[in-house]
């Protein structure tokens, strides 16, 4: 049974932007973006959960904001300013349980994933 679908991804220019969703069929407390590139590890994007916290990697801070609309139980996450080193396939994540703030972020942290969707940027 799929939890976790997402949609969005798509190919753009540098400097573009892009809107990712993530369908989440069922509650969840802590919610995620990840993405992975070929070639390296899985790292958080976006994080939040329904307490309020929201937190970011590094890499695009300002850049990115995490959102959820609870009426549609869907997951956003709005790319501007996008960069080349953004590609990746981008991977919804969600888990019943609750987490630290740096724990939000963490890949084994997560038990329920989505099928990815790839995001390319040219330069």
């Known amino acids: 049974q799929v939890h976790l679908v997402e949609s969005g991804g798509g190919s753009v220019q540098a400097g573009g932007s892009l809107r990712l969703s993530c369908v989440l069929r069922?509650?969840?407390?802590?919610m995620a973006w990840f993405r992975q590139a070929p070639g390296k590890e899985r790292e958080g994007v976006a994080a939040?959960?329904?307490?309020?916290?929201?937190t970011y990697g590094d890499a695009v801070v300002g850049r990115f904001t995490i959102s959820k609309d609870n009426t549609e139980n869907t997951l956003y996450l709005q790319m501007n300013s996008l960069k080349p080193e953004d590609t990746a396939m981008y991977y919804c994540?969600?888990?019943?349980?609750?987490?630290?703030?740096?724990?939000?972020?963490?890949?084994?942290?997560?038990?329920?994933w989505g099928q990815g969707t790839q995001v390319t940027v040219s330069s």
């Open positions: 069922g509650y969840y407390y802590s």
């Open positions: 994540a969600a888990d019943t349980r609750a987490m630290s703030r740096s724990g939000l972020l963490r890949v084994i942290a997560y038990d329920d």
């Open positions: 939040m959960d329904a307490s309020g916290i929201i």
